[in-house]
Every structure is written in C-alpha cells, then in structure tokens.
C-alpha cells in the first residue's frame, strides 16, 4: 500500500453512496467475473462425474467419491482458511484461486487427447479444484461489503448475487449437456477455464481500494481465531440456525442431485442433453426466485419468506419418487421438482447471506463465512458420498426415495428455527470487536 492509498480510502467513505449498485461500477465489474465464472462452474458439475461416467464407466460409488472430492476440501480447510482472509487483502487471494482452478481445469482435455487421463488423476483434479474453490469462496463475500460499503445495500448486493447463480443454474446444465454432447465431458470443461479467465480479468479491472486488514491488538494465534470464528457463529442463535439448516439443505440437495444423475443416467437411459435441459428447464425457479426475492421480502415477515423458501427446496425431491407413468410425464415431474427446490434456494439465498452479512462485522467477516463453508459445503461433500454408497446398495431409485423422506424431516427444525421468527433484518453490530463481543455474550443480529 503507498502513502496516498488510505487518504483514498478516507476521501471514498465521505461519498455519497450510490442510490443503486446499477452506479457502481467496480460491483458491477466484479458481478460479471462472478456471473461468468458461475456459469463455467455448472458446466464443470455435470461434465466431471459425466466423464467419470462415461469415459471410464465408473461404478455409483466411484461418482459419489467424485463428488465427495469436489466438496470434501471445505470440511478440512475453510476454517484455516477463513483466518487467511481476514489477515490479508482478499482480491489477491481470489485472483490467485482462479488462476489455479483456470490451469487445472484446462488440463483435463489435455490429458484426454494425449490419452493421458484416467479415472485417478480425474478425481485428484477435482480435489485440487476443490481446495482452490474453497480459498475463493471464503474470500469473495467477505470482499461484496469493501465494493458495496453501505449496508442498506447488502440486500440488493445479495439479490443480484442470487440472480447470477439462478441464471448459471438456468444456462450451465443445458449448457453442459449441449457441450459434453458435441465435445465429450473432458473437452467441455474448456468453457469453464475460460470463465475462469475471464473472471481474473473482472477482478484485475477493479479500482477501489481494499484497505489492509487492521493489525491485531495482541499476538494472534490460529487455534484461538478458529476459535472465535465458531463462536461467533454458534452463540448467535440466528447465525447458528442457518448454519445447522443450511447443513441440512446442501445435504439433501446434493444427495438427490447425484442420485437422480445416476438413475438418469443409468436406470432411465436420459442422455446428456435431456439432462442438462432437465436441470436447465427447472433452474428457472431460482432465477424467478432472486428476482422476486427483494419485493417479496419488502411485502412480507422476513421470517415468514424464509419458512416458505425453505420448505420448498425440502419438499421438492418428494415430487422425484412419486413421478410414475409415459416417459414424458415423469421428465415433466422432474423439472416441477428441481423447479420448485431452485425456486426455495432463490429466495432463501438472498435472505441468507444478508442475514450473515448484516450479522457480522468485517473483521470477523472472512471467519464467519469459513464457517459456514465449513458446514454447508460440508454437507455437501457427505451428500455426495452417501448417494453413490446408497445407491449402490439399494439402487438410485431406493436411495431417492430415502433422500426425500429424510429432506423432508429437516422441516421440524426450520420451524422451530429462531430465523423463522424474524420480523425484518437485525441491526448490524455496534462493534468491530467481535470476539470481546462473544465472550461477553453479546450475540450480533439477535432478535
């Protein structure tokens, strides 16, 4: 940092805010890495376990351990991770994560045509994808609030992030499918090294300047911020209920994903690009969702919006097992039923993060978003894992239906959960020193 650069910090916290994100520009810059980068991301979640599939005819229990790999880095490294963040600027830290996953993902179909690629070096792929995934995601929405800096803000900042997620979901699978189809699966994740690009790119155009993170009042010690990173979350009853639900969604949502890929693939014969139209058809719902998210929370209990986006995505997977009769009706059950699960997820996603956000003080920003990357991805990596060794032994079919019921149990906690009771959003937090704040027992965003 020059001499210059926190007079420039200074003189932007005098300005006045934009009326609208529309207006600033770096967000805007940032928004379209993102957008972009989730786009390629989708592309990348069907093409992986596909080359898996078909390239090497891997066994259910081979793409569940594919999928687990994807994931499992967040159990072991966010919350280390989480406390890199909150020492160092987080736009290095992102641009060095996108280099990594752009090279590695570009390696796959340079294996593939020198007819070096095997099922090992594939998952150690989508491991090392993974590790860098999980260094990007605890950065980038500990970075929204430095682009965005007013508060007010936070909610359309997450809404638009919804949006790009939604619309990633609506292009990427039929996307992929359209890809993996015309190219195979390895030479399809060319698209997602691109984005990766193209991201970097975003990211190097941004021109507000990230303030050093404030040094310490005392010595720091890893164990004692990892520490204060879980307690931050877990005495907070609202932040601990999202991060025990949200546990609970990506759990479920990634177990039927992958079992309804295998019983697509495997049971009913669907190819790659009914697949991906069958993702892409039902992702409208999220896109539907985030648009509509901020109006509906405007006219409604903030709580009230979160119960009913929630029971939606649980109850979606059941609309699977029951689909019965002509092959076109039970396609048609299918995307009502990710539709109404992408619908939920992009409603409750705006509320979620904003929640957090709005919980949190930016100094424990990056160690409160570890932590939930920690639980949420982490239900993820076990979901996977337990829909390919589940429906090896029952069948994919046996298995979605155990997936459903199961999702459907997680309804007792989301009504007893403290965020269904939520009236609007709490205030932020008086003070940027959380840990003091915890340890007094003072919880930021209760109700």
Request: glycine fraction near 10%; charged fraction near 15%.
């Amino acid at each position: 940092m020059t001499a210059t650069e926190p007079r420039a910090t200074e003189t932007r916290a005098r300005e006045p805010y934009p009326q609208s994100l529309r207006r600033n520009g770096d967000f805007l810059k940032f928004w379209l890495g993102e957008t972009l980068s989730l786009l390629g991301t989708q592309v990348t979640n069907l093409a992986l376990p596909l080359t898996a599939i078909l390239a090497f005819d891997a066994s259910d229990e081979q793409v569940g351990v594919l999928r687990f790999l994807q994931l499992v880095p967040y159990l072991g490294l966010a919350l280390i991770f989480g406390v890199w963040v909150d020492r160092a600027r987080r736009r290095r830290i992102m641009l060095g994560a996108n280099l990594v996953r752009m090279l590695l993902l570009a390696l796959v179909p340079v294996l593939y045509w020198t007819d070096a690629l095997s099922l090992a070096s594939l998952l150690v792929i989508a491991c090392a994808v993974g590790v860098a995934s999980v260094l990007f995601d605890v950065s980038w929405m500990s970075y929204v609030p430095t682009l965005v800096r007013d508060p007010k803000h936070y909610v359309e900042a997450g809404a638009k992030m919804g949006m790009s997620s939604s619309a990633a979901d609506v292009a990427g699978p039929g996307l992929a499918g359209v890809l993996v189809g015309a190219l195979t699966a390895p030479v399809a994740l060319i698209v997602d090294a691109f984005s990766y690009l193209v991201s970097l790119i975003s990211l190097l155009l941004i021109r507000t300047p990230e303030p050093r993170p404030q040094p310490p009042a005392a010595r720091r010690h890893l164990p004692t911020e990892l520490r204060d990173g879980l307690r931050w979350v877990l005495k907070n009853p609202v932040l601990r209920s999202l991060a025990l639900i949200g546990f609970c969604c990506n759990f479920s949502m990634v177990t039927v994903w992958t079992m309804f890929l295998l019983y697509g693939t495997r049971d009913l014969h669907l190819g790659s690009t009914t697949l991906g139209a069958i993702f892409a058809t039902a992702s409208v719902g999220g896109l539907i969702g985030a648009a509509i998210s901020r109006k509906v929370i405007r006219r409604f209990r903030l709580g009230l919006v979160y119960l009913v986006a929630q029971s939606a995505l649980l109850i979606g997977p059941t609309l699977i097992v029951l689909a019965t009769g002509p092959r076109p009706v039970m396609v048609g059950m299918f995307v009502l039923s990710f539709f109404t699960t992408y619908l939920g997820l992009g409603v409750a996603g705006v509320i979620i993060v904003s929640l957090r956000q709005v919980s949190t003080p930016q100094s424990m920003m990056g160690r409160m978003t570890a932590v939930f990357r920690t639980l949420l991805f982490g239900g993820g990596a076990l979901g996977g894992l337990t829909a390919g060794l589940l429906s090896g032994r029952i069948g994919a079919k046996g298995a979605l239906t155990v997936a459903a019921i199961g999702s459907a149990a997680v309804l007792i906690a989301l009504v007893l959960s403290p965020v269904s009771r939520l009236r609007d959003l709490p205030s932020a937090p008086a003070s940027d020193e959380p840990v003091a704040a915890a340890a007094d027992g003072e919880v930021a965003g209760q109700d």
